[in-house]
Protein backbone atom coordinates (compact mmCIF):
# COMPACT_ATOMS: atom_id res chain seq x y z
CA UNK A 1 0.00 0.00 0.00
CA UNK A 2 1.31 3.34 -0.88
CA UNK A 3 2.75 5.46 2.30
CA UNK A 4 -0.54 7.95 1.59
CA UNK A 5 -2.93 6.05 2.02
CA UNK A 6 -3.76 4.98 5.61
CA UNK A 7 -6.69 2.68 4.36
CA UNK A 8 -7.21 0.05 1.78
CA UNK A 9 -9.51 -3.53 0.82
CA UNK A 10 -9.58 -5.38 -1.85
CA UNK A 11 -12.60 -7.37 -3.44
CA UNK A 12 -13.08 -9.78 -6.48
CA UNK A 13 -16.32 -10.29 -8.48
CA UNK A 14 -16.64 -13.06 -10.56
CA UNK A 15 -18.29 -11.98 -13.51
CA UNK A 16 -17.94 -12.65 -17.96
CA UNK A 17 -16.35 -10.53 -20.04
CA UNK A 18 -14.47 -8.75 -17.33
CA UNK A 19 -12.61 -6.41 -19.95
CA UNK A 20 -15.87 -4.71 -20.68
CA UNK A 21 -17.18 -4.65 -17.23
CA UNK A 22 -14.05 -2.66 -16.32
CA UNK A 23 -14.36 -0.42 -19.62
CA UNK A 24 -18.28 0.41 -18.58
CA UNK A 25 -17.90 1.07 -15.13
CA UNK A 26 -14.80 3.27 -15.98
CA UNK A 27 -17.05 5.42 -17.52
CA UNK A 28 -20.32 5.13 -15.02
CA UNK A 29 -17.50 6.15 -12.76
CA UNK A 30 -16.06 8.97 -14.59
CA UNK A 31 -17.67 12.13 -13.34
CA UNK A 32 -16.94 11.28 -9.70
CA UNK A 33 -13.26 10.78 -9.77
CA UNK A 34 -9.98 13.31 -11.34
CA UNK A 35 -8.54 11.34 -13.84
CA UNK A 36 -8.51 7.51 -14.94
CA UNK A 37 -5.34 6.10 -16.93
CA UNK A 38 -4.42 2.66 -17.77
CA UNK A 39 -1.39 0.88 -16.65
CA UNK A 40 -0.68 -2.44 -18.07
CA UNK A 41 -4.08 -4.16 -17.71
CA UNK A 42 -5.50 -2.01 -14.84
CA UNK A 43 -7.50 0.52 -14.75
CA UNK A 44 -6.90 3.70 -12.16
CA UNK A 45 -8.91 5.74 -11.11
CA UNK A 46 -7.85 9.22 -8.97
CA UNK A 47 -10.14 10.63 -6.63
CA UNK A 48 -9.65 13.30 -4.19
CA UNK A 49 -7.40 11.50 -1.36
CA UNK A 50 -7.78 8.31 -2.87
CA UNK A 51 -7.60 6.29 -5.44
CA UNK A 52 -9.10 2.66 -7.09
CA UNK A 53 -7.52 -0.23 -8.86
CA UNK A 54 -9.79 -2.13 -10.80
CA UNK A 55 -8.32 -5.39 -12.57
CA UNK A 56 -9.74 -6.90 -15.35
CA UNK A 57 -8.96 -11.30 -14.90
CA UNK A 58 -10.16 -14.33 -16.96
CA UNK A 59 -12.72 -14.90 -14.07
CA UNK A 60 -13.92 -11.90 -12.92
CA UNK A 61 -12.77 -8.21 -12.02
CA UNK A 62 -10.24 -6.89 -9.22
CA UNK A 63 -10.91 -4.24 -7.29
CA UNK A 64 -8.77 -2.12 -4.75
CA UNK A 65 -9.51 0.92 -2.84
CA UNK A 66 -6.80 2.90 -1.05
CA UNK A 67 -7.82 6.12 0.70
CA UNK A 68 -6.24 8.65 3.13
CA UNK A 69 -9.15 8.79 5.47
CA UNK A 70 -12.21 6.13 6.17
CA UNK A 71 -15.40 8.36 4.79
CA UNK A 72 -13.87 8.96 1.41
CA UNK A 73 -12.54 4.69 1.48
CA UNK A 74 -16.28 3.75 2.19
CA UNK A 75 -17.54 6.16 -0.61
CA UNK A 76 -15.17 5.32 -3.13
CA UNK A 77 -16.17 1.50 -2.10
CA UNK A 78 -20.41 2.76 -2.57
CA UNK A 79 -19.20 4.66 -5.84
CA UNK A 80 -18.12 1.36 -7.54
CA UNK A 81 -20.35 -1.28 -5.89
CA UNK A 82 -22.95 0.94 -6.86
CA UNK A 83 -21.79 0.80 -10.41
CA UNK A 84 -20.91 -1.99 -10.80
CA UNK A 85 -24.44 -3.58 -10.10
CA UNK A 86 -25.77 -1.66 -13.40
CA UNK A 87 -23.17 -3.22 -15.54
CA UNK A 88 -22.36 -6.58 -14.44
CA UNK A 89 -25.26 -8.87 -12.88
CA UNK A 90 -23.52 -8.52 -9.51
CA UNK A 91 -25.81 -7.51 -5.97
CA UNK A 92 -23.55 -5.14 -4.67
CA UNK A 93 -24.33 -6.65 -0.92
CA UNK A 94 -22.42 -10.17 -1.86
CA UNK A 95 -19.09 -7.97 -2.72
CA UNK A 96 -16.74 -9.16 -0.31
CA UNK A 97 -14.25 -6.52 0.33
CA UNK A 98 -10.83 -7.78 2.40
CA UNK A 99 -8.33 -5.48 4.42
CA UNK A 100 -5.01 -5.36 2.11
CA UNK A 101 -1.51 -3.72 2.52
CA UNK A 102 1.73 -4.40 0.57
CA UNK A 103 1.33 -5.55 -2.90
CA UNK A 104 -1.92 -4.35 -4.52
CA UNK A 105 -3.93 -7.73 -4.85
CA UNK A 106 -1.80 -9.62 -2.61
CA UNK A 107 -4.56 -10.07 0.00
CA UNK A 108 -6.64 -11.64 -2.80
CA UNK A 109 -3.71 -13.51 -4.21
CA UNK A 110 -3.40 -14.80 -0.29
CA UNK A 111 -6.58 -15.52 0.87
CA UNK A 112 -6.83 -17.99 -2.90
CA UNK A 113 -3.83 -20.07 -1.49
CA UNK A 114 -5.53 -20.37 1.41
CA UNK A 115 -9.02 -21.36 0.07
CA UNK A 116 -7.09 -24.03 -1.86
CA UNK A 117 -5.23 -25.53 1.04
CA UNK A 118 -7.25 -25.38 3.93
CA UNK A 119 -10.69 -26.89 2.82
CA UNK A 120 -12.49 -25.18 5.90
CA UNK A 121 -12.34 -21.98 3.83
CA UNK A 122 -16.20 -21.12 1.98
Not at 55 to 70: H, I, L, N, Y
Not at 73 to 97: C, H, K, M, S
Amino acid sequence: MSVKFKHAAEAFVPVPHAEGVVENLCERTRGHCLSIRQTGADKVLAFEDARAILRPTSAGVQMRVEAKDMVVFYGVRVILQGNLTAVAPVDAQDVEWYPADGATFGALNSRALLRRSWSGGR
